[in-house]
């Protein structure tokens, strides 16, 4: 494992970038992944179909808010034609480090979350049960 992308992933454990709440936010919106209860709460304000700002709390371990802390950094500013296209594979690469199977739920909550809020898109393809 790359031991300075590690530590990076830990830093925004520590210190998650975008953290907190907005005022009038124009989505929120709350899951978790049930298998082990940990929660995302990603609150948006638009502006002209693009992320003008973006706040997010949570619970859980490192990799899940770590991981939302870094999607926040991403898609701060960016269309939602562009997060619409941003996917499994880009959070993963964005992480930067292997991630095994049975973390894979944790590395993908926060833009799980985020995709619900914007799209209404609950399930991933694939994990419809
Ligand atoms: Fe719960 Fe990682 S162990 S999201």
Known sequence: MDD??????????????N???????DI??????????DQIRIEIKLEDNRIA???????????SQASASILTEIVKGK???EIKNF???DMLN????????????CALLGLKVLKAGIYGIKTWPGEED
Not at 19 to 25: A, K, S, W, Y
Not at 28 to 37: A, H, I, K
Not at 54 to 59: A, D, H, L, S
Request: aromatic share 6%; hydrophobic share 30%; proline share 8%.
């Open 53 to 63: 700002d973006i706040k997010f709390t949570g619970k859980g371990c490192t990799i």
């Open 79 to 81: 269309s939602l034609d």
């Open 94 to 105: 964005a992480l930067g480090i292997p991630i095994s199977p049975i973390r894979l739920k």
């Open 28 to 37: 929120v919106y709350e899951e978790g992944n049930p298998s082990c209860g």
């Open 19 to 25: 953290f907190g709440h907005l005022e009038n936010p």
């Open 4 to 17: 300075l992308q590690m530590e990076i992933l830990l830093d925004h454990y520590q210190n998650p970038r």
């Open 87 to 89: 996917s499994k594979e």
